[in-house]
Structure formats: structure tokens, C-alpha cells
């Protein structure tokens, strides 16, 4: 089955504390994207990769890191977790960016 | 100016009416633009996208695209409690790279 599959789908975990979500698909596609969803503010895009070691910026990257050593790969960094990363965290894959993405099923994180 | 906008609702028709959607965007140069669907609790599902002036259909769902009015819409025929979710426009931005921009979407409420 296609899918992309986040690990773990929920966490809570206290400040300063280095934490790694991990994001894998299937499909052979190039594009990946990390996003994080709060009441009204929607889906923002954190960190998106065209392709294997190539990453950018989405709109709110600070304090998130991301690698992408393989293609099907893509982990989520938080390398000192405050309160205010507390959100549910998409990744998302694509064979192309007009093609839309196929969502994971999502990380519930919380910093306390 | 948000760079997505969409009306939250909720919006509220019977059922077997027809569901009007609305998005508004700002980057003229945006190229693909695409229709998500999020049932409470789960990730976004694509169910349509376009790119050229116009309509596209799909079953009963009917995406709309006015790039000089820099406005997208998605209508819903006989609609379905089934349809009851919130719906996310997103758009593509210009220069060939991976940045997708999500409206904050609106809420459906299909009445039986």
C-alpha cells in the first residue's frame, strides 16, 4: 500500500529535550515536506526537500532541523523542544510539487 | 494579506444541495492549485486539483479557477453528511520550487 508512515503518532516530551520524528513513504517520490497544524493559523510548512541532501525553508523553520540522507526519509529534528512546538506535525511526500501531496497520519507532540 | 484565504465557516447546507467553497490567493504567479479534505482527527486527503482557467470535474465535485480574479473555488453537488470536514485550499508559489501555502480552511456541515 502507498503510504507515508510517521513514527510516533504521539509524544510528549519536556523542554530542552532533543527529540527525532521519523517520516518514511513508498512511493519513490522526490519531494517531501514537513508541516505543523494549530487551531486557526492552519497548515504551515516547516522544512521541505526537492530531492536527496537538497532542503529549504518553508515559512516557519526555527528551532527544527531535517536531513534527507535517503530518499524515502525525511526526519523531523527538534533538537531543544519548547512549549511553543507544541502541534500536530505532518510529513507529506509528492512525485511532483503540481501533483499535490500524499499526507502521513500525523504526530500529536506535546512540550511541557 | 494572508497569502490563502478562506472563509472559516462552518457552512451549513442540507443535505443534497450544493456546497460552494471559496479561496482567494495573492502570489499571481502561482501555477497549481489543489483541494484538501480533513475529517476531524486525520490527515489532509487530496480530492482535486487544477491548473488551467476554468472548470474541472470530478464525480460531484467541481473545482473552479479564475486567475485573473487570483480565485479558486470547489463545488459539491448533492452533498453528503459523508462530505461533513474541513476543507483546505492550497496553492503552489511561483519559481519552481516546493513551497505550498495552505489556507486555514473552511468548515462543512452537511444537515440530514
Known amino acids: 500500500e502507498a503510504q507515508v508512515t510517521q513514527n510516533p503518532r504521539y509524544l510528549i516530551t519536556v523542554t530542552g529535550k532533543k527529540l527525532t520524528v521519523t517520516c518514511s513513504q513508498n512511493m519513490n517520490h522526490e519531494y517531501m515536506s514537513w508541516y505543523r497544524q494549530d487551531p486557526g493559523l492552519g497548515l504551515r510548512q516547516i522544512y521541505y526537500s526537492m530531492n536527496v541532501e537538497v532542503t529549504d525553508k518553508g515559512d516557519v523553520p526555527e528551532g527544527y532541523k531535517v536531513s534527507r540522507k535517503e530518499k524515502r526519509n525525511f526526519p523531523l529534528i527538534l533538537e531543544s523542544p519548547s512549549p511553543n512546538q507544541t502541534s500536530l506535525y505532518f510529513c507529506?511526500?509528492?512525485?511532483?510539487?503540481?501533483?499535490?501531496?500524499?499526507f502521513g497520519s500525523g504526530t500529536r507532540l506535546t512540550v511541557v | 494579506q494572508k497569502e490563502v484565504e478562506q472563509n472559516s465557516g462552518p457552512l451549513s447546507v442540507p443535505e443534497g444541495a450544493i456546497a460552494s467553497l471559496n479561496c482567494t490567493y495573492s502570489d499571481r504567479g502561482s501555477q497549481s492549485f489543489f483541494w484538501y479534505r480533513q475529517y476531524s482527527g486525520k490527515s489532509p486527503e487530496l480530492i482535486m486539483f487544477?491548473?488551467?482557467?476554468g472548470d474541472k470535474e470530478d464525480g460531484r465535485f467541481t473545482a473552479q479557477l479564475n486567475k485573473a480574479s487570483q480565485y479558486v473555488s470547489l463545488l459539491i453537488r448533492d452533498s453528503q453528511p459523508s462530505d461533513s470536514a474541513t476543507y483546505l485550499c492550497?496553492?503552489?508559489?511561483?519559481?519552481?520550487?516546493?513551497?505550498?501555502?495552505f489556507g486555514t480552511g473552511t468548515k462543512l456541515q452537511v444537515i440530514p
Open positions: 507529506a511526500s509528492s512525485q511532483d510539487k503540481n501533483y499535490g501531496y500524499t
Open positions: 487544477i491548473y488551467s482557467n
Open positions: 492550497a496553492v503552489t508559489h511561483s519559481g519552481g520550487y516546493q513551497k505550498v501555502t
